[in-house]
């Protein structure tokens, strides 16, 4: 069974740039979370999708978004990139929410210049 | 004060010993508990998932949980260079709350030969 996979592994943009990351979860795989992680702040949630809506969302500005397709599969947009948004983005699926195993992508490591 | 702790180390010991690492927490109402492992350039993968208080073994590895200090420990015996990582703990409340998982900023294992 294929794994979560994310696209791109890597990236470089610079400040004021948008940037799209993409999301394949595990077949069967109805949830989708997105975690953003940072040696200062560890690994902090984004938000969370199932059946293409939106279920829960984590603290971060309105510059984040995401979205989910019929397939499952889904995407992550930040736009106005600012320099402290270089992360590793992680995705995260699982049957249904509130499932008690997250099964995490590799991630999209970000940098901003 | 973040709402779960834990020491980002670097932890080093030698090949054999025990390890031992912890999280603290302050949200009395968190009752599953995790355990993930994170290897370098790839993402975190559970290793434990425990209820409420109480012990559970798997091979090498023993979760400990002691709800009436808010303490989590995760015991690897043996241990091998291969478990050379960054651990992260995590916790979540029951159904009815947000079965988000809170996660711990991680600690990075060195285990050398």
């Known amino acids: 069974k294929a794994g979560v996979t994310q696209t791109p592994r890597y990236l470089i943009k610079t400040r004021g740039q948008q940037v799209t990351l993409s999301c394949s979860p595990i077949s069967g795989h109805r949830s989708v979370s997105w975690y953003q992680q940072t040696p200062g702040q560890g690994l902090q949630f984004l938000f969370e999708y199932f059946s293409e809506t939106q279920r829960n969302k984590g603290n971060f500005p309105g510059r984040f978004s995401g979205r989910q397709f019929s397939n499952s599969r889904s995407e992550m947009n930040v736009s106005t990139l600012e320099l402290g948004d270089s992360a590793l983005y992680l995705c995260a699926s699982s049957p249904q929410p509130g499932a008690g195993e997250l099964f995490f992508g590799e991630g999209s490591r970000l940098t901003v210049l | ?113």
């Open chain 2, 1 to 113: 004060q973040k709402e779960v702790e834990q020491d980002p180390g670097p932890l080093s010991v030698p090949e054999g010993a025990i390890v031992s690492l912890n999280c603290t927490y302050s949200n009395s109402a968190f009752q599953y508990f995790m355990w993930y492992r994170q290897y370098s350039r790839k993402g975190p993968e559970l290793l434990m998932y425990t209820y409420s208080s109480g012990n559970k073994e798997d091979g090498r590895f023993t979760a400990q949980v002691d709800k009436s200090s808010k303490y989590i420990s995760l015991f690897i015996r043996d241990s091998q260079p291969s478990d050379s990582a960054t651990y992260l703990c995590a916790m979540k409340t029951a159904s009815g709350g947000s079965y988000i998982p809170t996660f711990g900023r991680g600690t990075s294992l060195i285990v050398h030969p």
